[in-house]
T-cell receptor, first 112, second 114 residues
Framework: AQSVTQLDSHVSVSEGTPVLLRCNYSSSYSPSLFWYVQHPNKGLQLLLKYTSAATLVKGINGFEAEFKKSETSFHLTKPSAHMSDAAEYFCVVSEAAGKSTFGDGTTLTVKP | DSGVTQTPKHLITATGQRVTLRCSPRSGDLSVYWYQQSLDQGLQFLIQYYNGEERAKGNILERFSAQQFPDLHSELNLSSLELGDSALYFC?????????????FGPGTRLTVL
């Protein structure tokens, strides 16, 4: 069975400082992993995904994530936060068609 | 704009009623997913269709049903509504429905049950 744990429900950073959103997963197979972002009252948008190619994945808006099998982690990072990054972020694990499990989400606050 | 459309945007109804939510996938996408997002339960996968056939089922209540039509649009039917069904309902679509697919989400339908 697959599962995903987002280790922080809330993260607060200052504008211009690095962002780290942590995600651990559990899977019996070789999963695909995704990060989605949801701005208030909007649908989810893909930031990046890992599908067994390069372990360092670059996404939109300067975000990247590294797949670490030994640590079963897929943490999301960005070198410098922008006010527009304030949103909710979801880590997703998928090991079979139709079997996507979403984390509980991390709310990112960016202070000016 | 993801290319996925959902109607209506908002729906207010009473307990015991039945509603239908509609979703049109992105052009070329064959698979449609339905999700429920609420404050207490987070984002829950309900059901997936691929080219008109049910492919996977998640935490979908028996009072809820869905289908995907030949033109690939999908409808989610919610009946005997309860207060706890108030939530944001998202539709997503993907090219093939496989586990490596990116899912493209619609803007959601906010259902309020009074």
């Amino acid at each position: 069975a697959q599962s995903v744990t987002q280790l922080d429900s809330h993260v607060s950073v200052s504008e211009g400082t690095p962002v780290l959103l942590r995600c651990n997963y559990s899977s019996s197979y070789s999963p695909s992993l995704f990060w989605y972002v949801q701005h208030p009252n909007k649908g989810l948008q893909l930031l990046l995904k890992y599908t067994s190619a390069a372990t360092l994945v670059k996404g939109i808006n300067g975000f990247e994530a590294e797949f670490k099998k030994s640590e079963t982690s897929f943490h999301l990072t960005k070198p410098s936060a922008h006010m527009s990054d304030a949103a909710e972020y979801f880590c997703v694990v998928s090991e079979a068609a139709g079997k996507s499990t979403f984390g509980d989400g991390t709310t990112l606050t960016v202070k000016p | 704009d993801s290319g996925v459309t959902q109607t209506p945007k908002h729906l207010i109804t009473a307990t015991g009623q039945r509603v239908t939510l509609r979703c049109s996938p992105r052009s070329g996408d064959l698979s449609v997913y339905w999700y429920q997002q609420s404050l207490d339960q987070g984002l829950q996968f309900l059901i997936q269709y691929y080219n008109g056939e049910e492919r996977a089922k998640g935490n979908i209540l028996e009072r809820f049903s869905a289908q995907q039509f030949p033109d690939l649009h999908s409808e989610l039917n919610l009946s005997s509504l309860e207060l706890g069904d108030s939530a944001l309902y998202f539709c997503a679509s993907s090219r093939t429905g496989g586990h490596t697919d990116t899912q493209y989400f619609g803007p959601g339908t906010r259902l309020t049950v009074l």
